[in-house]
């Protein structure tokens, strides 16, 4: 790089008098071209050193991710040496680590003069709960003092800390993913992805600064990237999103005309998809289409719909279908003068739950909501039966094994007094009760891939730790039993939606659970929880874990 011209002896001699001026190998990072032409570089050989030495920090950025954890200062600062070694200017700026302590993002948050600058903590904070960030490596530089300083970069000037404020919660640690500035202007319906990156939700907020409509929009959140907006309806509203595996696709109701093709804006199902853009897959003038529920890959939307699509001559009452992207619509149910609806489907899109007053097998002759589960290619099962209560609410697992539901009745004979309860249907072991109290009510489970994991709201008292009656977020392990997620003090957490793993649960308060809620809006938070909802590093959550 030194080279061709001049002996290999001169050569030498100038790579050494560059290493005596700047201490080392790692001081060459911030070196400065006036240095290396004062050592007699010219000006081809300047660029080229420069560009090797940006190449080197380029290939260190992308290298980060496949590297150990940044969890010791000595693996912070060998990556900040290369990244952030500026010799003119103090710089203070942040790594934004996840819960794994893995780089997720990074910036200069502030910049000063030679030898001083003025570093305001909220902005810290701020970007670390916009980036979704579990941690921060906080970094500054020390210019002042040529050699030294940029010793103290790597070595001196790294601190951990805590970004997200958190509460002792169950162990599960929070963030709270939108924040209206605007009382009463709420956020609502989240769902997480598979994978658990990204959330996606409705929102009457300006969460953007677009413009305040006031209207019900879609939006996303995904970690590392913060929030985006899907929709943008003006004047009209969209509701319940749901996401694929991946969090490419979004279903969701509106009636928005975004394509031209819903100018009675009845109630449809469209699909988003970051790739290809946007589908309405029904249209029905004049009736109404709700509560999509999308697969795995994105290709299969199962939904509930008065339209008579196919000309049955039925009367307008909610019926489940089924688009592929492929084949098209298929009606899944026919109910004769009664509702089924709230359908869930699994990852490859061949098993469907959902609660219906029909009786598609002659044993719902009472017509109450019982919960039925559409098998493609085979028998339709009824899965809850009883002639006075009823069940609903059904929620599938990804493999399609397990489907948690609430319920009234009495279906194992551990719920006499008729208390709403959360029930577990496995297709080997048959149905399990996974919640048992006198008081308070148990609702809204939501399940991971493999069922192993049951999210749900409840105004029990459970585990010991909710005596106020609060709705809280709870936590079923096959393994361990139940947890409490949230804590809150005057309003409910509701509408829980876990992710494949079980780790992560999106959810809605009006509580102000980390101090950044005061004007009680609905918003959108999520918990992290640890692997076991009742251990942390085979510690036990002392009271708020419970065995069954």
């Given at each position: ?502 780790r992560r649960i999106a959810f809605v308060s009006t509580d102000d659970l980390l101090g950044a809620n005061p004007d009680g809006s609905l918003e959108v938070f999520l918990a992290i929880c640890p692997g076991s909802p009742c251990s942390s590093n085979g510690r036990r959550w002392a009271a708020n874990c419970r065995d069954r």
């Amino acid at each position: 790089m030194l080279g061709p011209s001049g002996s290999h002896a001169g050569r030498l001699e100038l790579a050494r008098g560059l290493l005596e001026d700047v201490g080392d190998l790692s001081g060459l990072v911030g070196i400065r071209p006036e240095a290396l032409r004062h050592r007699g570089l010219s000006e081809a050989k300047t660029a080229s050193v420069l560009a090797a030495l940006e190449l080197a920090r380029r290939l260190a950025r992308s290298r980060v991710p496949e590297r150990k954890p940044l969890d010791a200062p000595a693996a912070a600062a060998s990556y900040l040496t290369l990244r952030y070694a500026v010799p003119n200017q103090e710089v203070f700026g942040a790594l934004f680590l996840d819960s794994r302590s893995r780089l997720i993002g990074e910036g200069e948050i502030f910049r000063g003069a030679l030898s001083r600058l003025t570093v305001e903590p909220a902005q810290i904070l701020r970007s670390a709960l916009l980036i979704g960030a579990a941690g921060i490596v906080a970094f500054h530089t020390h210019p002042s003092g040529a050699r030294f300083g940029l010793r103290a970069l790597a070595l001196l000037a790294i601190t951990f800390c805590v970004a997200m404020p958190t509460a002792a919660q169950g162990h599960c640690r929070l963030v709270q993913i939108t924040d209206s500035p605007w009382n009463f202007r709420d956020s609502l319906h989240p769902a997480i992805s598979g994978d658990g990156r990204t959330v996606t939700f409705a929102s009457e907020a300006d969460l953007l600064g677009n413009g305040a409509d006031f209207w019900s929009d879609i939006f996303t959140w995904q970690r590392g990237r913060g929030t985006s907006q899907i929709t943008n309806n003006s004047g009209w509203v969209s509701w319940a999103p749901v996401l694929d595996r991946r969090g490419s696709s979004i279903a969701y109701m509106s009636v928005q005309d975004p394509l031209g093709t819903n100018g009675d804006h009845s109630f449809e199902i469209f699909l988003w998809n970051a790739v290809t853009g946007l589908v309405q897959i029904t249209d029905s003038p004049g009736f109404t289409s709700l509560s999509p529920a999308i697969n795995g890959n994105g290709r299969r939307v199962a939904f509930s719909s008065t339209a008579d699509f196919f000309n049955t001559g039925d009367l307008p009452f909610q019926e489940i279908f089924l688009w592929d992207a492929t084949s098209g619509l298929t009606q899944i149910t026919r109910s004769a003068s009664r509702f089924s609806q709230r359908p869930s489907i699994s990852s490859a899109g061949d098993r469907i739950v959902f609660e219906s007053t029909a009786n598609p097998l002659g044993t719902n002759t009472d017509g109450r909501f019982e919960v039925f589960l559409w098998r493609e290619g085979r028998e339709l099962l009824q899965l809850s039966s009883d002639p006075i209560e009823w069940s609903r609410a059904p929620a599938i697992s990804a493999d399609g094994h397990r489907v948690a539901f609430e319920s009234s009745a009495d279906l194992v004979g551990q719920n006499a007094d008729g208390t709403r309860e959360i029930f577990l249907w496995d297709d080997r072991t048959g149905l399990l009760q996974i919640t048992d109290s006198s008081t308070g009510v148990s609702l809204q489970p939501t399940i991971n891939a493999n069922g192993s994991r049951v999210a749900f709201t409840s105004s029990a008292d459970l585990v010991g730790t909710n005596p106020n009656g609060r709705g809280q977020i709870f936590l079923w392990d096959e393994r361990t039993g139940l947890g409490q997620v949230t804590t809150t003090q005057l309003n409910a957490a509701l509408t829980p939606s876990i992710d494949a793993s079980g780790r992560r649960i999106a959810f809605v308060s009006t509580d102000d659970l980390l101090g950044a809620n005061p004007d009680g809006s609905l918003e959108v938070f999520l918990a992290i929880c640890p692997g076991s909802p009742c251990s942390s590093n085979g510690r036990r959550w002392a009271a708020n874990c419970r065995d069954r």
